[in-house]
């Protein structure tokens, strides 16, 4: 849905598909163009009462002029994420360490610091009792020593599934390689 109305036009382009080995992926039908391997979802859309179907350039009527606008492409050098200054949330019970930064492949900076994992900012919105507190940390202290991070836990059926950068794979500071987490609280092209 978009702005409460439901999207359709979608499924007779692109249809949801297992492939050999439970993988998932899109089967695109022979209306859509597909250049160097990659397809395109629709660009032009039609409100018809509570929907908005994907109509084609040639169905785009003309004196909306959409046809010959151009929308500009994101800026190269977009506004950061800041979560900075730590406020609310993101100071109390707060950081237990850091910020520290690290440079990712595409060429961003991102800061971080470590929580303990109950006392990450997303969990405060939550009145949990303190005993649910405590189990919840007690629990992924036990998977983060059951779970060290260079195991495979679950390997796929067939092949590499993803790989990640691997500035991302962050070393906790002394004392807190057990029931810690790394939260992203800037990122930016360059450092602030």
């Not at 692109?14 to 039908?29: N, R, Y």
């Not at 492949?105 to 009792?129: E, M």
């Not at 029931?179 to 800037?186: A, L």
Request: charged share 25%; aromatic share 10%.
């Amino acid at each position: 849905r978009q702005n409460r109305k439901k999207i359709t036009g979608i499924n007779e382009l692109a249809t949801p598909t297992v492939f050999d080995g439970d993988v998932f992926g899109l089967t695109w039908s022979d209306d859509v163009a597909v250049e160097n391997g990659m397809a395109k979802f629709p660009t032009f859309f039609r409100d018809e009462g509570d929907t908005r179907r994907s109509i084609t350039a040639a169905d785009v009527p003309p004196e909306t002029t959409l046809r010959k606008t151009t929308f500009p492409s994101p800026p190269t050098n977009p506004e950061p994420y800041s979560a900075e200054p730590l406020d609310g949330s993101w100071a109390e019970p707060g950081p237990a360490a850091g910020p520290m930064e690290t440079t990712l492949a595409d060429g961003s900076t991102v800061r971080y610091c470590w929580y303990r994992f109950i006392d990450q900012p997303v969990f405060q919105q939550f009145d949990w009792p303190q005993e649910t507190r405590d189990d919840l940390q007690a629990l992924i202290e036990k998977m983060h020593a059951a779970w060290p991070i260079d195991g495979t836990y679950l390997p796929g059926s067939d092949g590499e599934l993803a790989s990640f950068d691997p500035a991302l794979f962050v070393t906790p500071p002394k004392g807190m390689e057990l029931g810690h987490v790394p939260i992203v609280i800037w990122q930016g092209i360059g450092s602030d």
